[in-house]
């Protein structure tokens, strides 16, 4: 099993900053791509930002505001938020996709999800 706890959400007001963070711990062999994802209410998921060793993608949206980066390791994944906006409010997930460390097999694994709120 592959776990992910994920911590930093919280509220702030338009303008404002969070970061948040996302540990994998659990039988990993490799870990290929690790993204953030959101839900605000009443809409689809959809995807924020991934990193692979390679290159990272963003959303229009977030271009320019969101920075998402990876420690040394590669099992903990950062998004770094700035100018938060109220429509970056939604439930953020962290997702990671790799290979069991026994079996070699892939898992794609997610976090519960951490609230973010923006609001004056």
């Known amino acids: 099993q592959v776990q992910l706890v994920e911590s930093g959400g919280g509220s702030v007001r338009p303008g404002g900053s969070l970061t948040l963070s996302c540990s994998a711990s659990?039988?990993?062999?490799?870990?290929?791509?690790m993204a953030w994802y959101r839900q605000a209410s009443g809409k689809q998921r959809e995807l924020v930002a991934v990193?692979?060793?390679?290159?990272?993608n963003y959303a229009e949206s977030v271009k320019g505001r969101f920075a998402i980066t990876r420690n040394n390791a590669g099992n903990t994944v950062y998004l770094q938020m700035r100018w938060l906006r109220p429509e970056d409010t939604a439930v953020y997930s962290c997702?990671?996709?790799?290979?069991?460390?026994?079996?070699?097999?892939?898992?794609?694994?997610w976090g519960q999800g951490t609230q973010v709120t923006v609001s004056s």
């Open positions: 997702n990671a996709r790799g290979l069991y460390r026994i079996s070699r097999h892939e898992f794609d694994s």
């Open positions: 659990g039988s990993i062999f490799s870990i290929n791509a």
């Open positions: 990193i692979t060793d390679s290159n990272t």
